[in-house]
């Protein structure tokens, strides 16, 4: 039973109902099911790897640091969305309330950003690793390590803030259906029985910071490319495209899924497309991503093989 309250004759909604998610006699449970072996998948793959990467002394670098980094948001990032559709496909209830819905979009795209700003740093990483070799080890140190993620995450949870809070202000009424897998800004404002135009500022303030993110990364791996297709070697060509190859896929999945969902401007899409767009960064790109940075990532692989399996007596290879 959604929760109502009547106001200076108006029905304020206090909760909101998620329409797009079957029951259970409608299938719920054939959704259920992979959705929650996806969920573990992601939880237990990157903790994985943010754990080898910390016991590792190998791969105590830039790179995997800011990998570790990226695997940790993912948890927390899928956090915020998974196990309430995970409940929402069980429950014949499927509701949030007003609050839990903005605290959902709060730590939503909080975190969503946080990582568009790990992999930028992560291009700029590559950028002077490949594009200035030599004075690499002095520029990228561990402190400005920890100071751009930092600042990263503490820009990311800043930016949303004012959006949330004068969210939180708007009142609702008459229809309470998001019609999205999750509370997101444009589906339940959509419900607000008042005018929203201002969202249009805070809508390009995050353009700027997706499109500012893309071109820094996008600008970076133009210059990275012609580097290496610059260099006599084969083999050297080899070694550097394999250390930015996941990188440059993460970031294609990430950044491509946002565009089309974030950057539509006046388009419009059927709450199909709509849904499958949102399953793609919300679901896929974590379950993908610690399959692109360990699989193709040969140091990755003998480091989780570390973490997981045991040393043979010889000391001549790893067993499980």
């Given at each position: 039973?959604?929760?109502?309250?009547?106001?200076?004759?108006?029905?304020?909604?206090?909760?909101?109902?998620?329409?797009?998610?079957?029951?259970?006699?409608?299938?719920?449970?054939?959704?259920?099911?992979?959705?929650?072996?996806?969920?573990?998948?992601?939880?237990?793959?990157?903790?994985?790897?943010?754990?080898?990467?910390?016991?590792?002394?190998?791969?105590?670098?830039?790179?995997?640091?800011?990998?570790?980094?990226?695997?940790?948001?993912?948890?927390?990032?899928?956090?915020?969305?998974?196990?309430?559709?995970?409940?929402?496909?069980?429950?014949?209830?499927?509701?949030?309330?007003?609050?839990?819905?903005?605290?959902q979009?709060?730590?939503?795209?909080?975190?969503?950003?946080?990582?568009?700003?790990?992999?930028?740093?992560?291009?700029?990483?590559?950028?002077?690793?490949?594009?200035?070799?030599?004075?690499?080890?002095?520029?990228?140190?561990?402190?400005?390590?920890?100071?751009?993620?930092?600042g990263?995450?503490?820009?990311?949870?800043?930016?949303?803030?004012?959006?949330?809070?004068?969210?939180?202000?708007?009142?609702?009424?008459?229809?309470?259906?998001?019609?999205?897998?999750?509370?997101?800004f444009?589906?339940?404002l959509?419900?607000?029985?008042?005018?929203?135009?201002?969202?249009?500022?805070?809508?390009?303030?995050?353009?700027?910071?997706?499109?500012g993110?893309?071109?820094?990364?996008?600008?970076?791996?133009?210059?990275?490319?012609?580097?290496?297709?610059?260099?006599?070697?084969?083999?050297?060509?080899?070694?550097?495209?394999?250390?930015?190859?996941?990188?440059?896929?993460?970031?294609?999945?990430?950044?491509?899924?946002?565009?089309?969902?974030?950057?539509?401007?006046?388009?419009?899409?059927?709450?199909?497309?709509?849904?499958v767009?949102?399953?793609?960064?919300?679901?896929?790109?974590?379950?993908?991503?610690?399959?692109?940075?360990?699989?193709?990532?040969?140091?990755?692989?003998?480091?989780?093989?570390?973490?997981?399996?045991?040393?043979?007596?010889d000391g001549?290879?790893?067993?499980?």
């Amino acid at each position: 039973m959604v929760l109502l309250v009547a106001s200076s004759n108006r029905t304020m909604v206090t909760e909101f109902l998620f329409t797009v998610f079957p029951s259970l006699h409608e299938g719920g449970l054939l959704f259920f099911v992979p959705l929650l072996l996806v969920y573990i998948f992601i939880l237990s793959g990157n903790l994985i790897i943010f754990i080898a990467v910390q016991q590792d002394k190998a791969l105590h670098t830039p790179m995997y640091f800011f990998i570790s980094v990226l695997s940790f948001l993912e948890v927390w990032y899928t956090t915020s969305t998974i196990p309430k559709m995970l409940s929402s496909l069980l429950s014949e209830q499927k509701t949030i309330s007003l609050t839990g819905c903005l605290l959902q979009m709060y730590f939503f795209h909080s975190l969503g950003i946080s990582e568009g700003c790990v992999l930028t740093a992560m291009a700029v990483d590559r950028y002077l690793a490949i594009c200035s070799p030599l004075r690499y080890p002095t520029m990228m140190t561990p402190r400005l390590c920890a100071q751009l993620t930092v600042g990263s995450c503490l820009c990311s949870f800043l930016l949303v803030l004012p959006e949330i809070a004068w969210m939180a202000t708007l009142p609702f009424c008459g229809s309470n259906q998001v019609q999205q897998i999750f509370c997101d800004f444009t589906p339940v404002l959509r419900l607000a029985c008042t005018d929203t135009s201002l969202v249009v500022i805070v809508d390009a303030v995050h353009a700027a910071e997706i499109l500012g993110s893309f071109l820094v990364i996008a600008l970076s791996y133009v210059r990275i490319i012609t580097i290496i297709l610059g260099m006599p070697s084969a083999e050297g060509r080899h070694k550097a495209f394999s250390t930015c190859a996941a990188h440059l896929a993460v970031f294609l999945l990430f950044f491509g899924s946002v565009a089309v969902m974030y950057l539509r401007f006046s388009a419009t899409y059927s709450v199909f497309w709509d849904t499958v767009i949102a399953v793609t960064f919300v679901i896929l790109a974590p379950f993908l991503n610690p399959i692109i940075y360990s699989l193709r990532n040969k140091d990755m692989k003998n480091a989780i093989a570390k973490l997981l399996c045991t040393q043979k007596a010889d000391g001549l290879g790893w067993r499980c």
